[in-house]
């Protein structure tokens, strides 16, 4: 009789087990759906953001002045007496490796000027 006991209480506990296993593995791939669709929601906020940035108060140029490239960087306001290179960031966004290397560039002063005549024959 207790082996009975005993083999019923083996049972209970893996079909226990088995459940909340499962109820586990949902769970886990609810979370990564919710994550994925946060990064998501993130990255198109950032996106629509920083194509409103130059229009804004705080933008400190002319909006008329700015010209948005997109990629790599967001833009570049064409001033008087400067050019500047504009990257908008929102929330915890950083820099790309990319973002960092121009960044580096342009502090070097590795910038170029170059200006090219098309012929006709084109």
Not at 6 to 28: I, R
Not at 102 to 114: D, H
Request: charged fraction near 25%.
């Amino acid at each position: 009789m207790i082996e009975l006991i005993l083999f019923l209480l083996l049972l209970v506990s893996l079909a226990l087990l088995y459940f909340f296993f499962s109820k586990y593995n949902e769970l886990k791939e609810e979370l990564a759906e919710l994550s994925f669709s946060k990064k998501s929601q993130s990255v198109k906020y950032g996106k629509l953001t920083e194509q409103w940035i130059p229009f804004s108060k705080e933008f400190p140029f002319d909006s008329a002045s700015f010209r948005f490239l997109g990629n790599p960087i967001d833009g570049i306001a064409f001033n008087e007496n400067s050019i500047v290179f504009c990257e908008f960031k929102s929330n915890t966004s950083v820099l790309s490796e990319k973002q960092k290397k121009i960044r580096k560039l342009v502090q070097e002063k590795k910038i170029e000027w170059l200006e090219m005549h098309l012929k006709d024959s084109l």
